[in-house]
T-cell receptor, first 111, second 116 residues
Framework: QKEVEQNSGPLSVPEGAIASLNCTYS??????FFWYRQYSGKSPELIMFIYSNGDKEDGRFTAQLNKASQYVSLLIRDSQPSDSATYLC???????????FGKGTMLLVSP | GAVVSQHPSWVICKSGTSVKIECRSL??????MFWYRQFPKQSLMLMATSNEGSKATYEQGVEKDKFLINHASLTLSTLTVTSAHPEDSSFYIC????????????FGDGTRLSIL
């Protein structure tokens, strides 16, 4: 059973702070990792994807991948109230087919 | 780029009705599309993988005769919930992936289905 684990939260941070969201996965053969943001009642929106060990930055977002530790994280700098949402970690299963999603971490950014 | 359109966004209908949901990739070709359902405060549950020109692959526990999937072209997949009942009420979301093995999935806006 391939699993993706996330802390359900909520993770509460003040506006302007750095939010750190973490994810671990069980399938050592996984090569592709994705972070989606989902607002309440809406469908997921792709934030970032990462394939190689290390950091990948896009604006205020940084994805970090450590395949040896089977660990993926998402950092959000200068957090804004509009970042308040559930963040889903998704891991592409071996064979480039389906995604396994974590249950998501709810982020609350207070003004 | 990578826009996925899903229609309708909201359906309310009587028990026993069949409901068709369309998923279109607007600016890319998608050999593979995916159908998910999501219950309140839960994560996405993959129902099936839809491949253009072939039969869909259903996840364990998903009834093939209940949830009919057709992927007739590289830009369109449909999900038909046949003889829907109140327990089928859920948020149904499709996604599509561009050609290329490790491309990300892009999601449609979802369809909220309510069966009375």
């Amino acid at each position: 059973q391939k699993e993706v684990e996330q802390n359900s939260g909520p993770l509460s941070v003040p506006e302007g702070a750095i939010a750190s969201l973490n994810c671990t996965y069980s399938d050592r053969g996984s090569q592709s990792f994705f972070w989606y943001r989902q607002y309440s009642g809406k469908s997921p929106e792709l934030i970032m994807f990462i394939y190689s060990n290390g950091d990948k930055e896009d604006g205020r977002f940084t994805a970090q991948l450590n395949k040896a530790s089977q660990y993926v994280s998402l950092l959000i700098r200068d957090s804004q109230p509009s970042d308040s949402a559930t963040y889903l970690c998704a891991v592409m299963n071996s064979g480039y087919s389906t995604l396994t999603f974590g249950k998501g971490t709810m982020l609350l950014v207070s003004p | 780029g990578a826009v996925v359109s899903q229609h309708p966004s909201w359906v309310i209908c009587k028990s026993g009705t069949s409901v068709k949901i369309e998923c279109r990739s607007l600016d890319f070709q998608a050999t593979t599309m995916f159908w998910y359902r999501q219950f309140p405060k839960q994560s996405l549950m993959l129902m099936a993988t839809s491949n253009e020109g072939s039969k869909a692959t259903y996840e364990q526990g998903v009834e093939k005769d209940k949830f009919l999937i057709n992927h007739a072209s590289l830009t369109l997949s449909t999900l038909t919930v046949t003889s829907a009942h109140p327990e089928d009420s859920s948020f149904y979301i499709c996604s599509a992936r561009d050609i290329g093995g490790d491309q990300p999935q892009h999601f449609g806006d979802g369809t909220r289905l309510s069966i009375l």
